[in-house]
């Protein structure tokens, strides 16, 4: 099973060069780790379905925060921020764009923070190669928002809900280190990186023949983005999962939008209804998301990830530096694989009290160590998708950004909580 997930991998990461789209090559790992994995194991089929339903609260999120991100789009919403950043130049444009990606990762999460992002880019930027450029920096930055953030990335709501983490105190002990992460990579940029971005060209087609008013336009997006905004206050006073509340924010929108447009031609009710707008979104993402979660989750239903866990714990050394080195590895394998069943399996073998320096740093590393590849983590797969980057571009101009910044933010967490927390 680990040689057919490594072969799989490398399949995805050679796309362009295979001319094999990964999307297909997903869903055929999945679909054969599983066989694989019942063949091995064959009680593994009683939790194919549990983890059916964990990938598709995954899926679902995904799919309403796309639907209301594009929402927003055609109703030209985003105007309200991209006719305010007027820079043109890479290296102050390099700086906007990571600071909000990172400040609105903690707000929302890291997933819906990049593909809001991505609709920002487009409307920014007309080179394609320049915009997966700054697409690379907003999953960095987005990955580093959502790590000190208790509701910024599934991993730190799973170590928040289980008790292993209060929200004060992940905020405190690994905000340092996720800023370090992600300073540090545009710090580097802005000595290398020199000229101007191109704008986009005016779209000419669809929504630039339907008039709309400001009041319109900021009305959708004041109602979009307080929907993506709700989602996290839903969670906290339902307790339940966040993908019901986006999928409840998409369907006020889809009312009002309704109630909208009622008076308009049909022609324009085609452009600017949500059915329409369902057509746009990224299925084949949407398709490599589902593929990829089931090939790992066949990998820790069969017991290969609790073997690495267990390999982990019998390195020769003392406390603490066994266990910052345990976690530096947990955040470098999360770029390999996912970081959620990676933690859930750190969870199940420790039993260290609330807010000790491991889940707090687990916390770090699991979020930003999935950064280093594209396919480390939702927001650089949802990313990948919808702008369609090539894997070895990526591991070419981004990964070693994103490698040098997580090492940065592990070097300031251990000082800090050497000099201060210990």
Not at 212 to 226: A, D, P, Q
Not at 294 to 323: D, F, H, R, W
Not at 348 to 371: C, E, I, K
Request: glycine content about 8%.
């Amino acid at each position: 099973m680990i040689v057919v997930f490594v072969i799989g991998y490398v399949c995805i990461a050679l796309e362009h060069p295979l001319h094999v789209n990964k999307s297909a090559t997903a869903l055929l790992l999945g679909t054969v780790m599983w066989v694989l994995g019942v063949a091995y194991l064959p009680e593994a089929h009683d939790s194919l379905v549990e983890h059916l339903g964990e990938v598709a609260e995954i899926l679902f999120f995904l799919m309403g925060a796309m639907t209301i991100v594009e929402i927003v789009d055609v109703h030209e919403g985003f105007r309200i921020i991209t006719d305010r950043i007027n820079t043109t130049k890479k290296t102050s444009l390099l700086w906007i764009i990571g600071l909000i990606t990172f400040f609105m990762s903690a707000a929302l999460d890291n997933l819906t923070t990049s593909i809001v992002m991505i609709a920002l880019l487009r409307k920014l930027i007309g080179n394609k190669k320049d915009r997966w450029f700054f697409a690379g920096i907003v999953i960095l930055a987005a990955n580093a928002g959502g790590a000190w953030s208790p509701i910024g990335d599934v991993t730190t709501i799973m170590l928040w809900i289980a008790g292993k983490v209060s929200s004060d105190y992940i905020i405190l002990t690994t905000f340092l280190a996720s800023v370090a992460s992600i300073i540090i990579p545009i710090v580097v940029l802005s000595f290398t990186i020199k000229g101007n971005i191109s704008r986009p060209e005016a779209d000419l087609g669809s929504t630039h023949r339907i008039k709309l008013s400001n009041t319109e336009r900021n009305w959708i997006f004041s109602l979009g983005v307080g929907a993506l905004l709700f989602v996290p206050i839903f969670k906290t006073i339902t307790h339940l999962p966040p993908y019901l509340g986006m999928l409840g924010g998409l369907g006020v929108l889809w009312i009002i939008t309704g109630f909208m447009h009622k008076r308009r031609s049909e022609n324009d009710l085609n452009l600017l209804s949500v059915n329409n707008i369902l057509s746009r979104i990224d299925t084949p993402s949407i398709l490599f998301f589902l593929g990829i979660l089931m090939a790992v989750n066949a990998l820790q239903t069969c017991g290969q990830l609790e073997m690495l866990s267990t390999s982990l714990e019998k390195i020769p050394m003392e406390e603490p530096g066994k266990y910052y080195f345990i976690v530096t590895i947990i955040g470098l394998l999360s770029s390999v694989v996912d970081n959620v069943p990676l933690v859930a399996g750190a969870m199940g073998m420790y039993n260290f009290p609330m807010d000790h320096y491991f889940w707090t740093f687990l916390a770090y590393a699991a979020g930003t160590g999935g950064s280093i590849l594209i396919i480390g983590s939702a927001a650089g797969v949802a990313v990948m998708g919808m702008e369609k980057i090539d894997f070895i571009w990526y591991l070419k101009k981004i990964s070693w950004l994103a490698l040098i910044g997580f090492l940065g933010g592990c070097v300031v967490y251990i000082a800090q909580e050497l000099l201060f927390f210990k």
